[in-house]
């Protein structure tokens, strides 16, 4: 039985990432200085009591990233769908594997 559309779609996804020189999600390492890329999942504003922020899901085939940008209420050219490739050191919690405050360099947008 061939591929589903979704397990091809995460291959390209994955191959035009390394291609690229990015590190795919699942080899990142907390506490490394990583370059990852991908399609952003979902954005959205988190207001907190003292500092609001931008986060986002940036998954590349392999696995998924979250993005913090402390700071910040909106950022032009991040939103959803999206292609990006970010730098930044990974932390690990409990939940996703998160980068703050990324370097970011914004891709032509996707279309599936």
């Not at 991908?38 to 986060?55: I, K, N, Y």
């Not at 032009?76 to 980068?99: H, Q």
Request: glycine share 10%; net charge neutral; aromatic share 4%.
């Amino acid at each position: 039985m061939g591929k589903s559309k979704e397990q091809q779609q995460a291959e390209d996804l994955l191959g035009a990432a390394t291609a690229a020189g990015a590190t795919p999600i699942v080899n990142c390492r907390g506490g490394e200085l990583s370059t990852v890329a991908g399609v952003l999942r979902s954005v959205t504003l988190r207001p907190r009591d003292t500092v609001p922020a931008v986060e986002a899901v940036l998954y590349d085939g392999s696995g998924q990233v979250r993005l913090v940008w402390l700071g910040r209420r909106q950022i032009a050219g991040i939103s959803p769908g999206r292609s990006i490739a970010v730098t930044g050191r990974i932390t690990c919690n409990e939940t996703d594997p998160t980068i703050f405050n990324p370097r970011y360099e914004l891709h032509e947008a996707q279309h599936s």
